[in-house]
């Protein structure tokens, strides 16, 4: 878990922040990362140093906070990623292989999952980028490579688009307007995966005259198969409406102001028309990924009308992150916020995505069950 992406969902306040150990031999000498843990609000920040000396061990330091003033509206970019032959193709080498081919020198930056629910097959793979000093980076032209644990062949390499999560003015909430830590961009790109089981991750990171290297934590693949996946048909979860509430939407809604996707229970819709069920929470987020997200979903709304149900599902009970989680999120089994489900009008999942995710993307997921 990086500054701004998802981390495991606590039932309890806790720190938002972790530090990734890995034995994994790059440059052969020491290093020292900081993680900066970002308590909830209301509580202070810490933060902790953490040294490794041996040769072969890198401690990778993933920090918890995105720092930036800029406001998110503006323009809805997409960065095509590079060519695959812009990065050294892995054919059968180990990750240290890749690393030692390519001649990479070590990063100052900190690349940064904003999920962790992999299957095997291909996979969405979303990150962020940010320097040391806590910014995000907007513009790296990064490929990843993966490779099961202990040595195996990687994969690779994967080029990586950047999306703005940018939206129009209108649609920009004060929650994210005027939380400095809201998620700016993200990068996707696909990973095949073809096995269970823990997984290698690393990023080359073009540069002038060169590349260089960041490790990511290791991933594990398979285990989540209670998450509904594309093709499955979801729970019938009661997802709570404006009328449950008697229009008192701070019982169920973070934002500020109010969201308009709340008219709609999704137990009544499952089936019946095409749905988008967004489970994130604005003003509680551990990612600081919801209030943009939830920015984004509004956006798309706009543009279907009634045609499709959008429904925004909070995570907390009562709103309080210290009473744990709501029972839909128990009933999908979601581990991390936010995550978004785009369900035809036979009930059918078509597209499911954890983590951060742009108006294009969620745009092009929508038409596909709309129409």
Same mark, same amino acid.
């Given at each position: 878990m990086?500054r701004?992406?998802?981390?495991?969902?606590p039932?309890?306040?806790?720190?938002?922040?972790?530090?990734?150990?890995?034995?994994?031999?790059?440059?052969?000498?020491?290093v020292?990362?900081?993680?900066?843990?970002?308590? #909830?609000p209301?509580?202070?920040?810490?933060t902790?140093?953490?040294?490794?000396?041996?040769?072969?061990?890198?401690?990778?330091?993933?920090t918890?906070?995105?720092?930036t003033?800029?406001?998110?509206?503006?323009?809805?970019?997409?960065?095509?990623?590079?060519?695959?032959?812009?990065?050294p193709p892995?054919?059968?080498?180990?990750?240290?292989?890749?690393l030692?081919?390519?001649?990479?020198?070590?990063?100052?930056?900190?690349?940064?999952?904003?999920? #962790?629910?992999?299957?095997p097959?291909?996979?969405?793979?979303?990150?962020?980028?940010?320097?040391?000093?806590?910014?995000?980076v907007?513009?790296?032209?990064?490929?990843?490579?993966?490779?099961?644990s202990?040595?195996?062949?990687?994969e690779?390499?994967?080029?990586?688009?950047?999306?703005?999560?940018?939206?129009?003015?209108?649609?920009?909430?004060?929650?994210?307007?005027?939380?400095?830590?809201?998620?700016?961009?993200v990068?996707?790109?696909?990973?095949?995966l073809d096995?269970?089981?823990?997984?290698?991750?690393?990023?080359?990171?073009?540069?002038?005259?060169?590349?260089s290297?960041s490790?990511?934590?290791?991933?594990?693949?398979?285990?989540?198969?209670r998450?509904?996946?594309v093709?499955?048909?979801?729970?019938?979860?009661?997802?709570?409406?404006?009328?449950?509430?008697?229009?008192?939407?701070?019982?169920?809604?973070?934002r500020?102001?109010?969201?308009?996707?709340?008219s709609?229970?999704?137990?009544?819709?499952?089936?019946?028309k095409p749905?988008?069920?967004?489970?994130?929470?604005?003003?509680?987020?551990?990612?600081?990924v919801?209030?943009?997200?939830?920015?984004?979903?509004?956006?798309?709304?706009?543009?279907f009308g009634?045609k499709?149900a959008?429904?925004?599902?909070e995570?907390?009970?009562?709103?309080?992150?210290?009473?744990?989680?709501r029972?839909?999120m128990?009933a999908?089994?979601l581990?991390?916020?936010?995550?978004?489900?785009?369900?035809?009008?036979?009930?059918?999942?078509?597209?499911?995505?954890?983590?951060?995710?742009?108006?294009p993307?969620?745009e092009?997921?929508?038409?596909?069950?709309?129409?």
């Amino acid at each position: 878990m990086a500054r701004g992406f998802p981390a495991a969902l606590p039932s309890r306040v806790s720190l938002l922040c972790v530090t990734v150990n890995q034995r994994f031999p790059l440059w052969g000498h020491s290093v020292t990362e900081t993680t900066w843990c970002r308590r #909830r609000p209301g509580s202070q920040t810490s933060t902790t140093t953490a040294a490794t000396t041996a040769a072969s061990a890198v401690n990778t330091a993933v920090t918890c906070m995105a720092e930036t003033n800029a406001s998110r509206a503006g323009p809805m970019r997409s960065v095509a990623a590079r060519a695959a032959s812009a990065f050294p193709p892995a054919r059968g080498k180990t990750l240290d292989q890749i690393l030692s081919a390519s001649h990479a020198q070590r990063s100052n930056l900190v690349v940064s999952p904003t999920g #962790r629910v992999f299957e095997p097959g291909d996979n969405r793979f979303g990150f962020g980028v940010f320097t040391v000093s806590r910014e995000q980076v907007t513009d790296a032209q990064v490929a990843i490579y993966a490779a099961p644990s202990g040595g195996g062949e990687a994969e690779g390499p994967y080029p990586a688009r950047i999306d703005s999560l940018a939206v129009n003015p209108q649609f920009e909430s004060q929650t994210t307007r005027s939380d400095p830590d809201a998620a700016k961009d993200v990068y996707v790109t696909h990973l095949k995966l073809d096995r269970s089981g823990n997984w290698d991750l690393l990023a080359l990171i073009k540069q002038d005259d060169g590349y260089s290297a960041s490790l990511l934590p290791s991933i594990q693949v398979g285990g989540f198969q209670r998450i509904p996946d594309v093709g499955e048909r979801p729970l019938r979860i009661h997802t709570p409406t404006a009328a449950d509430v008697h229009g008192n939407l701070s019982k169920i809604d973070t934002r500020a102001p109010h969201d308009d996707m709340h008219s709609v229970d999704f137990a009544d819709a499952l089936g019946r028309k095409p749905v988008v069920l967004l489970f994130a929470t604005p003003a509680l987020c551990q990612s600081r990924v919801c209030g943009p997200v939830v920015d984004v979903a509004e956006q798309v709304k706009s543009n279907f009308g009634d045609k499709v149900a959008f429904i925004h599902m909070e995570v907390y009970k009562d709103n309080n992150a210290s009473e744990g989680l709501r029972p839909q999120m128990k009933a999908f089994s979601l581990p991390t916020e936010p995550w978004v489900f785009v369900v035809d009008r036979n009930g059918i999942v078509r597209t499911r995505i954890e983590g951060a995710f742009s108006v294009p993307e969620l745009e092009d997921a929508v038409r596909k069950v709309a129409d």
